[in-house]
T-cell receptor, first 112, second 111 residues
Framework: NAGVTQTPKFQVLKTGQSMTLQCAQD?????MYWYRQDPGMGLRLIYY???????DKGEVPNGYNVSRLNKREFSLRLESAAPSQTSVYFC???????????FGSGTRLTVV | GESVGLHLPTLSVQEGDNSIINCAYS??????FIWYKQESGKGPQFIID?????DKRQGQRVTVLLNKTVKHLSLQIAATQPGDSAVYFC??????????FGQGTELSVKP
């Protein structure tokens, strides 16, 4: 049982480049989330998808877009990367709001 | 506003001692609280949770205490081991599932 799988694990981008972070879960969870984690700070919610077909903004959505491709997959896109988006990105999923999240192992992104 | 904060950013304990990590929350409407452990280079890992209708919940070597009167949450780790060294986050659940995380406490276990 793989849980939550994120790809890639590491990425270096130049300012202005675009890329998509992939996330897939095999637990049949309804809700999926994207967080970023910066040094000395907790996890901040970027976007979430409460169920297949829906997406909503979180605390820090600017500069990002998401797609809930199907129940398993939830991708995060950076259209024009900026150095301020250098961070570790975590995807998470949960069956519903009654339970805690299962996190992926993260994508470490550096924008130069 | 909604916030979850930790009292101590770092905690150093001797192997075998008990550890207590504290957390304050501000939203009295929160009804679900979770503790996560994050080891270096890994994603947060669920440790234990508690709902607002409970004051205490025990797991294997861990206990979570909830004091709703003062909006305080604590994680107790018994007989702390070197493998417990990590950053610990508390989180509160609001509006059906979105978690708000605190900044984290780094626990360092000295052999």
């Amino acid at each position: 049982n793989a849980g939550v799988t994120q790809t890639p694990k590491f990425q270096v981008l130049k300012t202005g480049q675009s890329m998509t972070l992939q996330c897939a879960q095999d637990m049949n969870h309804n809700s999926m989330y994207w967080y970023r984690q910066d040094p000395g700070m907790g996890l901040r919610l970027i976007y979430y998808s409460a169920s297949e077909g829906t997406t909503d903004k979180g605390e820090v959505p600017n500069g990002y877009n998401v797609s809930r491709l199907n129940k398993r997959e939830f991708s995060l896109r950076l259209e024009s990367a900026a150095p301020s988006q250098t961070s570790v990105y975590f995807c998470a999923s949960t069956p519903s709001g009654l339970y805690g999240y299962t996190f992926g192992s993260g994508t470490r992104l550096t924008v130069v | 506003g909604e916030s979850v904060g930790l009292h101590l950013p770092t905690l150093s304990v001797q192997e075998g001692d008990n550890s207590i990590i504290n957390c304050a929350y501000s939203n009295s409407a929160s009804d679900y609280f979770i503790w996560y452990k994050q080891e270096s280079g890994k994603g947060p890992q669920f440790i234990i949770d508690i709902r607002s209708n409970m004051d205490k919940r025990q797991g294997q070597r861990v206990t979570v205490l909830l004091n709703k009167t003062v909006k305080h949450l604590s994680l107790q780790i018994a007989a702390t081991q070197p493998g417990d060294s990590a950053v610990y986050f508390c989180a509160e659940s609001i509006q059906g599932g979105k978690l708000i995380f605190g900044q984290g406490t780094e626990l360092s276990v000295k052999p």
